[in-house]
């Protein structure tokens, strides 16, 4: 009965992952209509608004990555929204902003006072979506200490305006069929499988997998070659020009091998994360001499498995096994395991 539960629940986890679309947004720069700010200031002030948004994100929207959204317009040049929307529809806007609703606002002066109005438009026609912030201060130091309670009711405004999910769907009942005298005689999803093999992924060259009762787990994880350059004092890499860049990776999956064929192929499904952190190879002083420093924390994702393992034995207790799975890593990360062990029936 236990394991039952175990399989539903895991079922119903991945089908809810996969349901909920995530809306796409990309943070604009806004359109300064009486020149409140400098050309530096705008950037500024955009660039740390755009890292506001993405940091107080929680995975609940997909932001277009500020670098992919620079790349379409000119910094250096005063931001019209009205212009953007105009110009000519390139290979790359359309491979950034497909799909993807725009925030962009207005700044202008009212008075003796600075305002600012935040809304949601769509691509490529502009069109205002319902739902947005206006804010009224004083000056421009307002101004930027106002960027976390902007982000922050913005935020809540778009998901407001979001539409309800659907109803989860029910889970399908799956009816046991043992026909005499065939490979699926006394078939149930339910095993008792046990394993435990070496896995590889093309990010991930080191891995391994256990397993019991048809539960399994998977840990893999890459150690970066730091070469003969050593590891820097600074818990965390700076501005500074980098000539390379490694990877730390750890990627862990909990699922369960669910019966194809009893004894001989099984289904593996199974949901986990991946832990991502980036080393730099900078310069500590003026004479060119490199050290690796690591980025300030850990970047974790969400990532989903399902594969086929085989059983060549069908009649032993024991015998060795195979098997090769597709991971879809969150957002938009594809990759896949193979692997092979030695496995044993309870």
Do not use: C
């Amino acid at each position: 009965m236990k394991r039952r539960v175990f399989i539903i629940t895991l079922a119903l986890l991945g089908t809810f992952a996969f349901s909920q679309e995530r809306i796409a947004i990309a943070v604009f720069p806004f359109e300064d209509m009486d020149k409140v700010f400098s050309e530096n200031e705008a950037i500024f002030f955009y660039r740390r608004f755009s890292n506001e948004f993405a940091n107080r994100n929680n995975n609940r929207f997909r932001i277009i990555p500020r670098q992919d959204v620079e790349k379409l317009i000119n910094t250096e040049a005063t931001f019209q929204l009205s212009d953007f929307s105009s110009r000519a529809k390139t290979a790359e806007m359309q491979r950034v902003l497909n799909g993807v609703q725009i925030l962009s606002g207005y700044i202008g002066k009212i008075g003796n006072k600075i305002a600012i109005s935040i809304s949601l438009f769509t691509y490529p026609d502009l069109e205002q979506l319902p739902g947005g912030v206006d804010l009224d201060v004083v000056n421009v130091n307002e101004l930027y200490d106002k960027i976390p309670e902007m982000v922050q009711n913005m935020q809540k405004a778009i998901e407001n305006n979001l539409p309800p999910p659907p109803p989860p769907k029910p889970p399908k009942v799956i009816k046991q069929w043992t026909p005499n005298g065939t490979i699926f005689e006394n078939y149930t999803i339910y095993n008792t499988l046990i394993i435990f093999g070496y896995n590889y992924s093309p990010d991930l060259p080191l891995g391994f997998s256990l397993g019991f009762y048809g539960i399994y787990t998977t840990l893999s994880f890459a150690l970066p070659d730091f070469g003969s350059n050593s590891k820097g004092s600074s818990n965390e890499y700076g501005s500074k020009p980098y000539t390379d860049q490694r990877y730390e990776i750890i990627d862990w999956i909990l699922g369960y091998n669910v019966t194809i064929i009893p004894n001989m192929l099984y289904l593996p499904v199974g949901v986990g994360i991946e832990s991502v952190k980036e080393w730099r190879l900078q310069s500590y002083d003026n004479y060119g001499n490199l050290e690796w420093y690591p980025a300030p924390q850990w970047e974790t994702n969400l990532l989903f498995e399902v594969g086929l393992l085989f059983r060549p034995i069908k009649n032993g207790s024991f015998s060795p096994y195979i098997f090769g799975s597709y991971i879809y890593i969150m957002p938009e990360k594809h990759s896949f395991s193979i692997g092979a062990g030695i496995s044993s029936l309870l």
